[in-house]
């Protein structure tokens, strides 16, 4: 029951961070997700945290990611993703 329920946690994570990314968005974080996991999982959260809270207003593009993911390599001691 357990695996059931952990495949669909990890199905609504997909399906906020599709309606919240663009594909190139989406390649880019699985991309850095093969050598970074950490780092990966800690921007998902953020964007998933935004997004649900309704503080994202709009789509975030592959320009937004890189900028997303510079700032989070700056920051190694907990990073957190501003959003204008």
Not at 11 to 26: F, K, N
Not at 58 to 78: A, N
């Amino acid at each position: 029951m357990g695996s059931e329920e952990e495949r669909r946690k990890a199905l609504e994570r997909e399906g906020i961070l599709r309606m919240a990314m663009t594909p190139e968005a989406r390649l880019r974080l699985n991309n850095v997700k093969m050598v970074r996991p950490e780092v990966a999982k800690m921007v998902e959260d953020q964007i998933i945290a935004l997004y649900s809270s309704g503080r994202l207003n709009r789509v975030i593009t592959d320009q937004d990611m890189r900028r997303i993911l510079l700032e989070v390599s700056r920051r190694r001691r907990g990073p957190r993703i501003r959003w204008a």
